[in-house]
């Protein structure tokens, strides 16, 4: 069974920080790309970084970009994200999807994803 669990979500004030956990199971993690996206009350969910679990390389969207680091641990099968200087537009629920690296790949957009999370809360209080 393929299972994506977030964790790692909560409440911070603008300026700190959070990591987020996404433990996989149940697919050859080295084949897959694992992104992160979220989605903000009354909003579209969207893309903000993936990497590719082989090769480590790293892709963000520009909002992130400087203060969110996207790693792997390929041993343990889990992708973290690293959020520093957290604001209020960066209060979501973020997901972890993964998704089966082919012609598509570096990707955010979610419909070329296989699998998804259920979702962590990220509230950044001003």
């Known amino acids: 069974e393929v299972q994506l669990v977030e964790s790692g979500g909560g409440l911070v004030q603008a300026g700190g920080s959070l990591r987020l956990s996404c433990a996989a199971s149940?697919?050859?993690?080295?084949?897959?790309?694992i992104g992160w996206f979220r989605q903000a009350p009354g909003k579209e969910r969207e893309g903000v970084s993936c990497i590719g679990s082989s090769d480590g390389r790293a892709y963000y969207v520009d909002s992130v970009k400087g203060r969110f680091t996207i790693s792997s641990d390929n041993a343990k099968k889990t992708v973290y994200l690293q959020m520093n200087s957290l604001k209020p537009d960066d209060t979501a629920v973020y997901y972890c999807?993964?998704?089966?690296?082919?012609?598509?790949?570096?990707?955010?957009?979610?419909?070329?994803?296989?699998?998804w999370g259920q979702g962590t809360q990220v509230t950044v209080s001003s």
């Open positions: 999807a993964a998704i089966r690296r082919g012609s598509s790949w570096p990707t955010l957009l979610e419909h070329e994803y296989d699998y």
């Open positions: 149940g697919f050859s993690f080295d084949d897959y790309g």
